[in-house]
């Protein structure tokens, strides 16, 4: 769903509300124990790039706190991309040996799904 400003707040107002909701939502699903680590990293960093495209729609009024606001967020959601580039090659390895399974003999490579893990 897209950013809504209700009728009775003002821009600053409809703004800030709608930046806390984003980051309220990132901790809850941070510590959602539903969530598998690989989503909680993934919507986390769904939610910084809700607000940076936030701080852009507004950058004009902003321009003050711009560069630190879109830094913070870039940021941020740089510091998960560790942990989803870690997921990304363990899946990689194990679709990679399932497609390979017969003629590949995983015993010599457990020692590669090792590392990786």
Known sequence: MGYRIERNETINDGVRRIATEQIEKAIGELGDNRL?????????????????????LLRPGFEATYDKRN???????????????????????????????DPVDRHAFGSIRRRLT
């Open 71 to 101: 830094r913070w967020c870039r940021d941020t959601a740089r510091l998960l991309s560790g942990a989803r580039d870690a997921k990304v090659l363990l899946d990689t390895y194990d679709d990679l040996m399932e497609h390979y399974n």
């Open 36 to 56: 598998d680590p690989p989503t909680q990293v993934h919507q986390v960093r769904k939610r910084c790039k809700k607000l940076r495209g936030l701080l852009r």
